[in-house]
């Protein structure tokens, strides 16, 4: 399956922004999603999950409240809305899907990627 995540920006703090991860090449509904994010000099980082059903998600404690995971499988899409945002925010934000039926934090255990999209948040 072929991930394209979309939506990034620039956003002044406070502000919002919705983030799109359309999926092609195979139904996004026999995958888990991951959102991550990378800053410049940093490690990518695990932001927030989903399962196939969206029976349950996960956030990062530095996103939880502010950070909403969903998807949409009749689209084949999944969607980060993020509020409230932060500079702390800014950075690459990769989607991705996980053969498992279980919500999973680290990117290795991931098996597709999409490419990235920029978040800007401005102080």
């Known amino acids: 399956v072929q991930l394209q995540a979309s939506g990034g920006g620039l956003v002044q703090a406070g502000g919002s922004l919705r983030l799109s991860c359309a999926a092609s090449?195979?139904?996004?509904?026999?995958?888990?999603m991951g959102w991550f994010r990378q800053a410049l000099g940093k490690e990518r980082e695990f932001v927030a999950g989903?399962?196939?059903?969206?029976?349950?998600?996960l956030y990062a404690d530095s996103v939880k409240g502010r950070f909403t995971v969903s998807r949409d499988n009749a689209k084949n899409t999944g969607y980060l809305q993020m509020n409230s945002l932060k500079p702390e925010d800014t950075g690459e934000y990769y989607c991705?899907?996980?053969?498992?039926?279980?919500?999973?934090?680290?990117?290795?255990?991931?098996?597709?990627w999409g490419q990235g999209t920029l978040v800007t948040v401005s102080s």
């Open positions: 090449g195979g139904p996004l509904s026999r995958y888990g």
């Open positions: 989903i399962t196939w059903s969206s029976s349950n998600t």
């Open positions: 991705a899907a996980i053969s498992s039926t279980l919500l999973r934090r680290f990117p290795h255990e991931y098996d597709y």
